[in-house]
């Protein structure tokens, strides 16, 4: 089964075929990141305009690398939520239109199990129950994978999520955006207890995360330095940072991960490229011995790759969609 698939959730724009959910026939992605950089962060205005113009000529393109004819699509999979609304409805319209003059099938897929799926992709003997710890720069979730699409949320950021934070300290200290990269190289060679940053506890809700006072700390620190004259040590503040964010993940990964007693644990979405907390994920399993899963660092970050991967497996459990289908700033991912 061969599935056209498209992403266009925040500011990549990704259309991909996948044939029987496993196997990648091509992945063409348009980056806008140079575009947003100038603002220090995405404008959805910006990144609708650009989706628009990029998306006919991917899906070409995808076609094209795969080695296949728009006769040989059996279906089309889209992202459908969550993310930037303006966005993500110019691929589910794009999507539409190409189901409808196809005559297949049309596939709703959340951003987050696609984000889940790329594991798939990686490690092709995974197969649910497993836990997956989701963390990017729009969500930070604890996931309970019970079967391909039947999912429950255990915990999550109360405000804002892990990837944003590595943005907008990356921001202030002038090193690029998306703040991820260049805050991980940034780290290397730091010493990562030589800034002292907080950890955040959620009373009644051990599973739940907060990183809003952590994103503050940390540019009270930069900014105290600055008004000082003061010299931070960068790469021990990057490290001391990632180290912080780390501190709030791993844990409660593995906490969560014990109570469900699966023995498998991945993770997904942009911030698991990071190697602090990979390490410290690989670390943590070791002691407990538990199989970790991360996806190779090209499927971190937003593709359509995973969105063909995850809407196989939702169309073999029979969740396709008409016309009708809309968009979603927000959606538990435990909904289909």
């Known amino acids: 089964m061969n599935i056209l698939a498209v992403e266009s959730s925040c500011d990549e724009t990704a259309v991909a075929v996948v044939r029987d959910g496993r196997t990648v026939l091509s992945d063409a992605i348009a980056s806008q990141v140079d575009m947003h950089t100038i603002y220090g962060g995405v404008v959805p205005e910006i990144a609708s305009r650009k989706h628009l113009g990029a998306i006919y000529g991917l899906a070409d393109q995808a076609l094209i690398q795969a080695g296949v004819t728009r006769q040989d699509i059996d279906a089309v999979a889209c992202t459908y939520a969550p993310g930037l609304i303006g966005a993500v409805l110019v691929g589910v319209n794009f999507a539409k239109s190409v189901a409808y003059g196809l005559n297949v099938p049309l596939i709703p897929v959340h951003h987050i199990r696609g984000h889940i799926a790329a594991n798939y992709l990686t490690h092709p003997d995974l197969e649910p129950p497993f836990l997956c710890l989701c963390v990017s720069g729009g969500n930070t979730l604890i996931v309970d994978v019970r079967d391909y699409t039947h999912m429950e949320l255990l915990g999550a950021t109360r405000d804002d999520a892990a990837g944003e934070c590595f943005d907008k300290v990356a921001r202030v200290l002038g090193i690029g955006y998306p703040g991820g990269g260049p805050m991980d190289r940034l780290s290397q060679g730091g010493d990562p207890k030589k800034y002292h940053l907080p950890r955040s506890k959620v009373d009644g809700a051990p599973l739940d995360m907060s990183f809003s006072g952590l994103k503050t700390a940390a540019l009270n620190l930069i900014h105290n330095a600055q008004q000082k004259g003061e010299e931070l040590d960068l790469p021990s503040f990057a490290a001391s940072f990632a180290q912080a964010v780390s501190d709030e993940l791993v844990p409660r990964t593995m906490a969560a991960a014990q109570s469900l007693g699966y023995g498998k644990i991945a993770a997904a979405g942009g911030v698991a490229a990071n190697s602090t907390i ?53 959606k538990n991912v435990g909904v289909g």
């Open 278 to 330: 990979r390490a410290q994920l690989e670390r943590a399993c070791r002691a407990s011995g538990d199989t970790l899963y991360l996806p190779k660092l090209s499927l971190c970050g937003d593709n359509g790759a995973m969105i063909g991967c995850q809407g196989y497996y939702e169309y073999l459990a029979g969740h396709t969609a008409g016309m009708e289908l809309n968009g979603y700033a927000n």
